[in-house]
């Protein structure tokens, strides 16, 4: 390198260094911007800060009762004069400026812009005097005070307009000149807008002195409005009497018991020139919504807003509870071995649309059955909801209810699973299309049966009570057979349904007394003497089907007096000599088969018999309606001939039974006994 270079490079940082010092010792004299106040050289006063994020907050809406008056000021000096002799310089300011009170009706006194011979105000009042003067010294000219104020509250001893307005005040606070907030749009200065100051909005004012002119104008805009091109206030003065030759910019405010914030958010000054635009972008932002929504939020939002909360929570939970309680199930450990017949109460509710009305398909002794198709296999069931109040007894009848489950037989109504809630337990079977085959029956005329189609139901019940007898590995006695408990599925086959129910109503009762359980007509005279379920009172019951399905009347009618007993009926029928036919059941018309209904009402009555073993077994009599037996034969093989059959007057049996009469063939009646036996017995 040689020295040349040197020299060179030395001279032009010598120039650099030279420039950059004549800059900024210029730029500190005659003016300054600041888009916040977070590194500014300020001399604050009173309770003036800067916040956090860069506002200058002359006062805040806060309770505080002494009212003091609060200053910022530019830490420099500034030349206004060039010589104490001389006229006063052309300057320019521009500031941001925010007043949020914390409630619109009660405003703090305002604020002001002002230029004054040192650095702060002393004895600066609050209220009128905006911090800046006293009553005092108010008006005097050796105060060398220049304001512009931002007055909102109106004061009419200071000759205020009104409680809005801008004034420019020289030494006092008596306006030169003011005028109410607000700024010219555009289209000249005919057309004013209002501005209301204490908004809580940011606002925009410019300040401005022609030195050679003596004419100062003040400018006001919101925010977001460009520089309006007239000036709201404008007023020829010569300010070279006010001004020294140094003087000190800030701004002045007052608290007051009118809790108001004053925020100045951005500020450029300049002497001899036009003060910088600010940069809105990176002015500091204000408070939401200023401080007067906060406590609202806090007084009201915050409590209605936990209340809501809490509302909403104890809602869900009673939501919750209740439909847990809704569907809640009593599920015992033992029962666990019957999972795959379990069915959820859920489900249940779901299939029937929660046991509604519409679903109702009838109301039996056990309780009311309830249509529905189960929500996931759209599988069409039958729901009986069965009242029960003993837990005692429950888990053997479910033990068997369960077994008996698992039966299989086209005439029999299948028993597909089981719920239990709390004093309740639901049997779901397969639904059975056409109901049950007593409203064909006594419905009548509404809906009959012709004879090839009764016919082929009773074959059916005979199938059926044969596989319960006899064809599954346990004996199951029935205990209810009659019209009501065969249900036509849609094929109108016959099935049986409701069997090992009957058990339900030996549980929960004393040991001493007990129930002997049945339909009166249908109860085998030594049924109701010893309480003793066998296949040989299933099969009187049976028998006495036989009659009511091809005579159409109920084994006992309850409002005749005569012929009550329909067995009895039918036997004197028979005697009469008119022959056996004439039991018949006259809906029949004349379309049946003689052979076939005379071997059902014989047939019938040799189930009737009141000694039991001259009754048939279901075998027997399967083999009989087959027609692969004859009647006569099958009565010598049972040492009984039809001229001879023998019958209990059925009322003989009930002189200690507590007898309703039954006011629907439903109705499954009790009568008092002392033994008890299970449906399913051991032996064959
Ligand atoms: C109330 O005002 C006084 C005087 O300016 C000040 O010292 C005090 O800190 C203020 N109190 C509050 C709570 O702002
Ligand atoms: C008013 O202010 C002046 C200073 O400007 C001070 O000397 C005077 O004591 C004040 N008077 C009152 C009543 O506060
Ligand atoms: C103005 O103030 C000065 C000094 O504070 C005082 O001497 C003078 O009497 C005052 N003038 C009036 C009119 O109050
Ligand atoms: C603007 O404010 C002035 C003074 O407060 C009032 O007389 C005038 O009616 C206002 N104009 C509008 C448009 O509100
Ligand atoms: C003040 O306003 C008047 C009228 O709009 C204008 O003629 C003048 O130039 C303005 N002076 C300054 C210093 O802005």
């Given at each position: 390198m040689d020295f040349l270079s040197l020299a060179m490079i030395l001279n032009y940082l010598h120039i650099v260094l030279v420039f950059l010092h004549g800059r900024a010792s210029s730029a500190q004299k005659t003016g300054f911007t600041f888009n916040g106040f977070q590194s500014s050289k300020l001399e604050l006063e009173g309770v003036a800060v800067i916040t956090p994020n860069g506002l200058l907050r002359l006062t805040e809406a806060k309770e505080n009762l002494t009212e003091t008056a609060s200053h910022a000021f530019y830490q420099e000096p500034i030349q206004f004069k060039r010589s104490t002799g001389g006229s006063s310089f052309s300057f320019s300011t521009m500031f941001v400026f925010a007043i949020v009170p914390l409630d619109q009706r009660f405003t703090g006194p305002g604020m002001a812009f002002v230029v004054a011979p040192q650095r702060s105000l002393p004895g600066g009042q609050p209220?009128?005097?905006?911090?800046?003067?006293n009553m005092s010294n108010n008006g005097n000219a050796t105060n060398h005070v220049l304001a512009v104020e931002l007055d909102t509250v109106h004061t009419p001893e200071v000759k205020d307009i009104d409680k809005n307005h801008v004034g420019i005040d020289i030494n006092g606070v008596v306006s030169a000149i003011s005028a109410p907030a607000a700024y010219h749009t555009e289209g000249g200065a005919g057309k004013l807008k209002n501005l209301t100051l204490k908004i809580g909005q940011a606002m925009q004012v410019w300040v401005d002195y022609d030195g050679t002119e003596r004419r100062i104008n003040v400018t006001l805009a919101p925010l977001e409005v460009s520089r309006p091109s007239a000036p709201l206030l404008s007023l020829a003065v010569d300010l070279t009497p006010v001004m020294k030759e140094t003087m000190y910019v800030g701004f002045s405010s007052a608290t007051s018991q009118f809790y108001t914030s004053h925020y100045i958010l951005g500020w450029s000054f300049r002497v001899n020139g036009h003060a910088q635009d600010l940069d809105i972008s990176k002015l500091p932002k204000l408070p939401r919504l200023g401080k007067m929504p906060a406590p609202k939020m806090l007084t009201i939002g915050v409590p209605l807003l936990s209340i809501f909360s809490l509302s909403i929570l104890i809602f869900g939970l009673i939501y919750h509870y209740r439909r847990k309680m809704k569907f809640a199930e009593v599920l015992e450990e033992w029962e666990l071995n019957y999972g795959p017949h379990r069915f959820k109460y859920k489900d249940l509710y779901i299939a029937t649309r929660g046991f509604r009305d519409q679903e109702l398909l009838g109301t039996g002794g056990f309780g009311r059955v309830y249509r529905g198709t189960l929500p996931t296999s759209k599988i069409d069931i039958a729901v009986k909801r069965i009242s029960h109040d003993s837990r005692q007894g429950v888990r053997e009848f479910i033990a068997e209810i369960v077994s008996l489950g698992r039966l299989r037989h086209r005439n029999i109504v299948t028993l597909l699973g089981y719920c239990r809630r709390k004093g309740e337990l639901l049997l779901v079977y397969d639904y059975m299309q056409n109901g049950s085959l007593d409203k064909y029956l006594f419905n009548q005329p509404r809906i009959t049966l012709t004879w090839s189609q009764r016919f082929r139901v009773i074959k059916g019940v005979a199938a059926g009570l044969l596989y319960l007898h006899e064809g599954w590995d346990q004996v199951v006695i029935h205990r209810d057979v009659k019209a009501s408990n065969v249900l036509l599925d849609a094929e109108l086959n016959g099935r049986l349904g409701d069997f090992g129910l009957a058990r339900l109503h030996d549980h929960g009762t004393d040991l001493h007394t007990t129930h002997v359980v049945g339909t009166l007509g249908y109860l085998a005279p030594e049924n109701t003497r010893t309480g003793k379920a066998t296949k040989a009172t299933d099969v009187y019951a049976f028998g006495a089907f036989l009659l009511e399905v091809a005579t159409g009347r109920r084994p006992i009618e309850p409002k005749s007096t005569t012929d009550a007993i329909l067995v009895d009926w039918v036997f004197s029928c028979w005697r009469r000599g008119g022959g056996i036919l004439e039991a018949r059941d006259p809906n029949l018309k004349g379309d049946f088969v003689v052979d076939e209904v005379e071997l059902v009402l014989k047939l019938g009555m040799v189930c009737s018999q009141?000694?039991?073993?001259l009754r048939p077994s279901m075998r027997q009599v399967v083999q009989c309606l087959d027609g692969d037996v004859n009647i006569q034969d099958l009565c010598s093989l049972l040492n009984t001939c039809l001229n001879g059959l023998k019958f209990t007057s059925q009322e003989e049996g009930f002189d200690d039974m507590v007898i309703s009469y039954p006011s629907s063939s439903n109705q499954t009646y009790l009568a008092s006994s002392y033994i008890t036996e299970s449906i399913i017995s051991d032996g064959r």
């Amino acid at each position: 390198m040689d020295f040349l270079s040197l020299a060179m490079i030395l001279n032009y940082l010598h120039i650099v260094l030279v420039f950059l010092h004549g800059r900024a010792s210029s730029a500190q004299k005659t003016g300054f911007t600041f888009n916040g106040f977070q590194s500014s050289k300020l001399e604050l006063e009173g309770v003036a800060v800067i916040t956090p994020n860069g506002l200058l907050r002359l006062t805040e809406a806060k309770e505080n009762l002494t009212e003091t008056a609060s200053h910022a000021f530019y830490q420099e000096p500034i030349q206004f004069k060039r010589s104490t002799g001389g006229s006063s310089f052309s300057f320019s300011t521009m500031f941001v400026f925010a007043i949020v009170p914390l409630d619109q009706r009660f405003t703090g006194p305002g604020m002001a812009f002002v230029v004054a011979p040192q650095r702060s105000l002393p004895g600066g009042q609050p209220r009128q005097y905006l911090g800046i003067f006293n009553m005092s010294n108010n008006g005097n000219a050796t105060n060398h005070v220049l304001a512009v104020e931002l007055d909102t509250v109106h004061t009419p001893e200071v000759k205020d307009i009104d409680k809005n307005h801008v004034g420019i005040d020289i030494n006092g606070v008596v306006s030169a000149i003011s005028a109410p907030a607000a700024y010219h749009t555009e289209g000249g200065a005919g057309k004013l807008k209002n501005l209301t100051l204490k908004i809580g909005q940011a606002m925009q004012v410019w300040v401005d002195y022609d030195g050679t002119e003596r004419r100062i104008n003040v400018t006001l805009a919101p925010l977001e409005v460009s520089r309006p091109s007239a000036p709201l206030l404008s007023l020829a003065v010569d300010l070279t009497p006010v001004m020294k030759e140094t003087m000190y910019v800030g701004f002045s405010s007052a608290t007051s018991q009118f809790y108001t914030s004053h925020y100045i958010l951005g500020w450029s000054f300049r002497v001899n020139g036009h003060a910088q635009d600010l940069d809105i972008s990176k002015l500091p932002k204000l408070p939401r919504l200023g401080k007067m929504p906060a406590p609202k939020m806090l007084t009201i939002g915050v409590p209605l807003l936990s209340i809501f909360s809490l509302s909403i929570l104890i809602f869900g939970l009673i939501y919750h509870y209740r439909r847990k309680m809704k569907f809640a199930e009593v599920l015992e450990e033992w029962e666990l071995n019957y999972g795959p017949h379990r069915f959820k109460y859920k489900d249940l509710y779901i299939a029937t649309r929660g046991f509604r009305d519409q679903e109702l398909l009838g109301t039996g002794g056990f309780g009311r059955v309830y249509r529905g198709t189960l929500p996931t296999s759209k599988i069409d069931i039958a729901v009986k909801r069965i009242s029960h109040d003993s837990r005692q007894g429950v888990r053997e009848f479910i033990a068997e209810i369960v077994s008996l489950g698992r039966l299989r037989h086209r005439n029999i109504v299948t028993l597909l699973g089981y719920c239990r809630r709390k004093g309740e337990l639901l049997l779901v079977y397969d639904y059975m299309q056409n109901g049950s085959l007593d409203k064909y029956l006594f419905n009548q005329p509404r809906i009959t049966l012709t004879w090839s189609q009764r016919f082929r139901v009773i074959k059916g019940v005979a199938a059926g009570l044969l596989y319960l007898h006899e064809g599954w590995d346990q004996v199951v006695i029935h205990r209810d057979v009659k019209a009501s408990n065969v249900l036509l599925d849609a094929e109108l086959n016959g099935r049986l349904g409701d069997f090992g129910l009957a058990r339900l109503h030996d549980h929960g009762t004393d040991l001493h007394t007990t129930h002997v359980v049945g339909t009166l007509g249908y109860l085998a005279p030594e049924n109701t003497r010893t309480g003793k379920a066998t296949k040989a009172t299933d099969v009187y019951a049976f028998g006495a089907f036989l009659l009511e399905v091809a005579t159409g009347r109920r084994p006992i009618e309850p409002k005749s007096t005569t012929d009550a007993i329909l067995v009895d009926w039918v036997f004197s029928c028979w005697r009469r000599g008119g022959g056996i036919l004439e039991a018949r059941d006259p809906n029949l018309k004349g379309d049946f088969v003689v052979d076939e209904v005379e071997l059902v009402l014989k047939l019938g009555m040799v189930c009737s018999q009141s000694e039991p073993k001259l009754r048939p077994s279901m075998r027997q009599v399967v083999q009989c309606l087959d027609g692969d037996v004859n009647i006569q034969d099958l009565c010598s093989l049972l040492n009984t001939c039809l001229n001879g059959l023998k019958f209990t007057s059925q009322e003989e049996g009930f002189d200690d039974m507590v007898i309703s009469y039954p006011s629907s063939s439903n109705q499954t009646y009790l009568a008092s006994s002392y033994i008890t036996e299970s449906i399913i017995s051991d032996g064959r």
